[in-house]
T-cell receptor
Framework: EAEVAQSPRYKITEKSQAVAFWCDPI?????LYWYRQILGQGPELLVQ????????DSQLPKDRFSAERLKGVDSTLKIQPAELGDSAMYLC???????????FGEGSRLTVL | GQQLNQSPQSMFIQEGEDVSMNCTSS?????WLWYKQDPGEGPVLLIA?????ELTSNGRLTAQFGITRKDSFLNISASIPSDVGIYFC??????????????FGQGTTLQVKP
């Protein structure tokens, strides 16, 4: 069964360090999303890609967060520098088309010390 | 801004019991979605609702799109241990129809005692 792959599953870092998360969507899925889920809350949208283009990054804290999907397939989300409040699960999701059903990966859990 | 409020926040029930949870919004939604998240996993779509008043079932799960378009309900009948998890309602952000750009509720945590 096709899945959204994410790595690393767990990341512990110190404040002010840089971290990066990688996502490989289901093959053929043109739309890719990054969500952030703080413990005890629902996921919150960070950024949406359609192929290699950013469609919506209005909720991405651009002073420290960046996201790219250079070849329209896999994607990287970077945080630099990490802050204590960034501790969360970072979820990647993909869909076949923009208004299609979302399929989430298992997430990357970040702990900032 | 948009906000989805889920209740109850948590439930602890006996296996075999029925479960009801709901989600209310400060604004109208054109689509309601219900997801389940198991520990350490990403959310998985359970049911999608597209029309006010719609009642949709998926096995033991039944969800309804409220007439006012500001609420939705999820029922689980005859609960079993594998129903344990967090249930989220969700709807498209900012009144759009994009079921990928979502706002989520804060979740209802369900625990089932065998």
């Amino acid at each position: 069964e096709a899945e959204v792959a994410q790595s690393p599953r767990y990341k512990i870092t110190e404040k002010s360090q840089a971290v990066a998360f990688w996502c490989d969507p289901i093959s053929g899925h043109a739309t890719l999303y990054w969500y952030r889920q703080i413990l005890g809350q629902g996921p919150e949208l960070l950024v949406q890609f359609q192929d290699e283009s950013v469609v919506d990054d209005s909720q991405l804290p651009k002073d420290r967060f960046s996201a790219e999907r250079l070849k329209g397939v896999d994607s990287t989300l970077k945080i630099q520098p990490a802050e204590l409040g960034d501790s969360a699960m970072y979820l990647c999701a993909s869909s076949l088309r923009e208004f299609g059903e979302l399929f989430f990966g298992e997430g990357s859990r970040l702990t900032v010390l | 801004g948009q906000q989805l409020n889920q209740s109850p926040q948590s439930m602890f029930i006996q296996e075999g019991e029925d479960v009801s949870m709901n989600c209310t919004s400060s604004s109208i939604f054109n689509t309601w979605l219900w997801y389940k998240q198991d520990p350490g996993e990403g959310p998985v779509l359970l049911i999608a609702l597209y029309k006010a008043g719609e009642l949709t079932s998926n096995g033991r799960l039944t969800a309804q799109f409220g007439i006012t378009r500001k609420d939705s309900f999820l029922n689980i009948s005859a609960s079993i241990p594998s129903d344990v998890g967090i249930y989220f309602c969700a709807g498209p952000l900012d009144g759009s129809s994009n079921t990928g750009k979502l706002i989520f509720g804060q979740g209802t945590t369900l625990q089932v005692k065998p």
